[in-house]
């Protein structure tokens, strides 16, 4: 692999700069390669990593994407080895740890910025469909968050018994499905609807019930019981 020319005489200084500013603005005004740049200082401790970071943004899209990205996509970026690649992927996890912690045993439907938020966090950048199963007790709290299944680009087999039959296991009495649309949009197809029904008609007569179906893309979310699909 290739690597960067010597950065700029005033690249210390930048760096310097750059966590003057983050200190006194916790980040907020901030562009993302420069979030970026401030997890390579200590990835890449002596050189100019603005280009990189830059480099990241123009083939990823966005933080977040550069945070999800596969680590062998991530290392085909001139100046990304795989020490680099690892150290993103544990701010990604940290990320998405930090997200579940905000809803971690607390009543998930009266915290439901935070659920939607830690669905995002888990799954919208993600380049295959993956299911996910939240388990709440009586008092709908989170007693377990499980990913189920993960398929392809546009597909992720679901079946219904397992479902109920983990729920059962877990002593659950209510789930909200989670899963992802790598294609951007999250508008629920006539699949998704089908096999939604089907996990309820097999989960009400059990008394487990499914509070929501949530899809997540990188353009947003949608719900099956706000759009009145369930």
């Not at 690597?3 to 983050?22: Q, V, Y």
């Not at 990835?43 to 945070?67: H, N």
């Not at 709290?141 to 018994?161: F, K, N, S, W």
Request: glycine share 6%; net charge positive.
């Amino acid at each position: 692999m290739s690597s960067d020319p010597a950065g700029p005489p005033d690249h210390l200084g930048h760096r310097d700069r750059l966590r003057a500013r983050f200190a006194e603005t916790r980040g907020e005004g901030m562009a993302d390669y420069e979030f970026l740049e401030l997890l390579l200082f200590r990835s890449i401790p002596r050189r100019d990593v603005k280009p990189i970071a830059k480099r990241l943004i123009k083939r990823f899209g966005s933080f977040a994407e550069v945070l999800a990205a596969p680590p062998h996509l991530l290392t085909e970026v001139e100046g990304v080895g795989e020490s680099v690649a690892l150290d993103l992927k544990i701010v990604e996890a940290s990320a998405k740890r930090l997200a579940r912690g905000s809803v971690a045993k607390r009543p998930v439907l009266s915290s439901w910025s935070a659920v939607l938020d830690y669905c995002r966090t888990a799954m919208a950048f993600s380049d295959r469909e993956e299911f996910r199963l939240l388990f709440l007790d009586k008092r709908n709290a989170l007693i377990a968050d499980e990913l189920q299944q993960r398929g392809t680009v546009d597909h992720t087999p679901v079946y219904p018994r397992e479902v109920v039959k983990r729920a059962l296991e877990l002593a659950a009495t209510a789930v909200i499905l989670v899963h992802n649309h790598p294609s951007g949009d999250p508008t629920p197809s006539s699949a998704d609807i089908s096999m939604t029904r089907q996990i309820i008609d097999v989960a009400k007569p059990l008394g487990i019930a499914v509070h929501d179906h949530i899809i997540v893309g990188r353009e947003g979310h949608a719900s099956m019981k706000g759009l009145r699909l369930i």
